[in-house]
T-cell receptor, first 118, second 118 residues
């Protein structure tokens, strides 16, 4: 149980284009999803927290107009990188939070998306 | 603000031996959760073990166990009978037990890279 999928796994795009990444909880309903960015050999950097049906909460320093997050249902959240530039190239990971299963609020992670902006 | 410190950037262990990864944290809260996550070369983040601070008993999951010392704010991970598949980056993480606002996000350590030698 507690499987999270992410699509696409890899994407290459031209500078100035927008890219959408989907995060789905496959076998549970996630009230909260989290979006992270990870640089090589580094820890995860939280970008935003997404609650179903409400606006995402962005971490300090993350541009909300550049990284658009939509959490339309209890199983789907999307991250859109708008007008992507080479500095946006990174590994993006989502996680989904399960409260219903256990009293411990545990995050389960998707496999990540490698974004390369040319 | 809470912090998580992993003081060992790299560790190595011989196959079938036991290794302990260190994690310390700083918090003024009395109720919280602690996690160890594993990130193998595939970069899929996998939950290894979790511990509720109110529980005195150390959590165990097969070959993985923790030594939770609440007063010392220490949460080390012991891997017994190490296997080649245990080679990965290991991250320690803290989460407040409060659910309101931004408290559900994980506070991450910088990680420990574990190599398993055959």
């Amino acid at each position: 149980g507690a499987v999270v999928s992410q699509h696409p796994s890899r994407v290459i795009c031209k500078s100035g284009t927008s890219v959408k990444i989907e995060c789905r909880s496959l076998d549970f309903q996630a009230t909260t999803m989290f979006w992270y960015r990870q640089f090589p050999k580094k820890s995860l950097m939280l970008m935003a927290t997404s609650n179903e049906g409400s606006k995402a909460t962005y971490e300090q320093g993350v541009e909300k107009d550049k990284f658009l997050i939509n959490h339309a249902s209890l199983t789907l959240s999307t991250l859109t990188v708008t007008s992507a530039h080479p500095e946006d190239s990174s590994f993006y990971i989502c996680s989904a939070s399960v409260i219903a299963f256990t009293s411990t609020d545990t995050q389960y992670f998707g496999p990540g998306t490698r974004l390369t902006v040319l | 603000a809470q912090t998580v410190t992993q003081s060992q950037p790299e560790m190595s262990v011989q196959e079938a031996e036991t290794v302990t990864l260190s994690c310390t944290y700083d918090t003024s809260e009395s109720d919280y959760y602690l996690f160890w996550y594993k990130q193998p070369p595939s970069r899929q983040m996998i939950l290894v073990i979790r511990q509720e601070a109110y529980k005195q008993q150390n959590a165990t999951e097969n070959r993985f166990s923790v030594n939770f010392q609440k007063a010392a704010k220490s949460f080390s991970l012991k891997i017994s009978d190490s296997q080649l598949g245990d080679a990965a980056m290991y991250f320690c993480a803290y989460r407040s037990a409060q659910n309101a606002g931004n408290n559900r996000k994980l506070i991450w350590g910088l990680g420990t890279s574990l190599a398993v030698n055959p």
